[in-house]
């Protein structure tokens, strides 16, 4: 069974500074990695999405990469600000073709 | 906002009522899903459906019935929940079913509450 890990549970850092977020997975059959964004009270949001071909994923501030072999993703966020304060999620979608999702990294950016 | 619209926001149930959970998406897509976000718990996939057919039942108890009547409506119906039912209830959708390169688009959730 698939399981998820992400470290540390919770962050907090000023802002400016540059971060890293972690995940690993115990199953390396997978087809896709996900990393979402959820606000209080919200639903996710999707930030970047690795197939399992790839090694990264880049969207602005953010990039994502990919060691399948190794079950590790790392979340870099650049310049981090305030307004990246949220719990960040690491899915993957694995044989089923479901998603399993780690408990998440609650990040406060400090300003 | 991301297209995926839940009601109600919060719910308070006892035991014993029956209610409902709507979800409803303008994104065009031809999958739903379920799932449960329990303090401290990582989210948990409950259905899925596939052009309104139920191709998912993550081992959820029959006091969880969901509903599929087109493809942009699904309900969650509940009925003598337990307090430990307690959680967030989160709805998404996504283009297909399983899809690899399809992202999955979420509601902001019912907050449901069992006392």
């Known amino acids: 069974k698939q399981e998820v890990t992400q470290i540390p549970a919770a962050l907090s850092v000023p802002e400016g500074e540059n971060l890293v977020l972690n995940c690993s997975f115990t199953d390396s059959a997978i087809y896709n990695l996900q990393w979402f964004r959820q606000d209080p009270g919200k639903g996710l949001t999707s930030l970047l999405l690795?197939?399992?071909?790839?090694r990264e994923q880049t969207s602005g501030r953010l990039n994502a990469s990919l060691d399948k072999s190794s079950g590790r993703s790392t979340l870099y966020i650049a310049a981090s600000q305030p307004g990246d304060s949220a719990t960040y999620l690491c899915?993957?979608?694995?044989?089923?073709?479901?998603?399993?999702f780690g408990s998440g990294t609650q990040l406060t950016v400090l300003p | 906002e991301t297209g995926v619209t839940q009601t109600p926001r919060h719910l308070v149930m006892g035991m014993t009522n029956k209610k409902s959970l709507k979800c409803e998406q303008h994104l065009g897509h031809n999958a739903m899903y379920w799932y449960k976000q329990s303090a401290k718990k990582p989210l948990e996939l409950m259905f899925v459906y596939s052009l309104e057919e139920r191709v998912e039942n993550n081992s959820v108890p029959s006091r969880f019935s969901p509903e599929c009547p087109n493809s942009s409506h699904l309900f969650l119906h509940l009925h003598t929940l337990q307090p430990e039912d307690s959680a967030l209830y989160l709805c998404?959708?996504?283009?297909?079913?399983?899809?690899?390169?399809?992202?999955?688009?979420f509601g902001a959730g019912t907050r449901l509450s069992v006392l």
């Open positions: 899915a993957v979608m694995g044989s089923a073709r479901q998603l399993t």
């Open positions: 998404a959708s996504s283009q297909v079913a399983g899809g690899t390169k399809n992202i999955q688009y």
């Open positions: 690795i197939q399992s071909s790839q």
